[in-house]
Nanobody, 122 residues
């Protein structure tokens, strides 16, 4: 059984940075498509970034040039480095995985973490 655990969320001022982590157990990340989604309070879940083993990486326009996804295969962990944070980045952030194609569609991901809250104050 695959389990994903996110960490690293918190409260940060606008313009600051945070790094989220997503660690997998039960299966190696090295061949997985990994995505981050976020869900602001009262709104629908939205795509942030997705990346596959061939590093076919897709970013949402709203985070391009500010967020960076990376992975440490030895730790079976994927990171989301978030910089120049804005209040509109406030949301619960979820990592998700599938062992298929890289996609922006949340319904394509079978495995999800529990989410971590990111709050950006103005």
């Amino acid at each position: 059984q695959v389990q994903l655990v996110e960490s690293g969320g918190g409260l940060v001022q606008a313009g600051g940075s945070l790094r989220l982590s997503c660690t997998a157990s039960g299966r190696t990340f090295s061949t997985a498509a990994i995505a981050w989604f976020r869900q602001p309070s009262g709104k629908e879940r939205e795509f942030v970034v997705a990346s596959g083993r061939s590093w076919n990486t897709q970013y949402a326009d709203s985070v391009k040039d500010r967020f960076t996804i990376s992975r440490d295969s030895a730790k079976n962990t994927v990171y989301l480095q978030m910089s120049s944070l804005k209040p509109e980045d406030t949301a619960v952030y979820y990592c998700a995985a599938n062992w298929g194609p890289v996609t922006r569609r949340s319904e394509s991901y079978a495995f999800w973490g529990q989410g971590t809250q990111v709050t950006v104050s103005s």
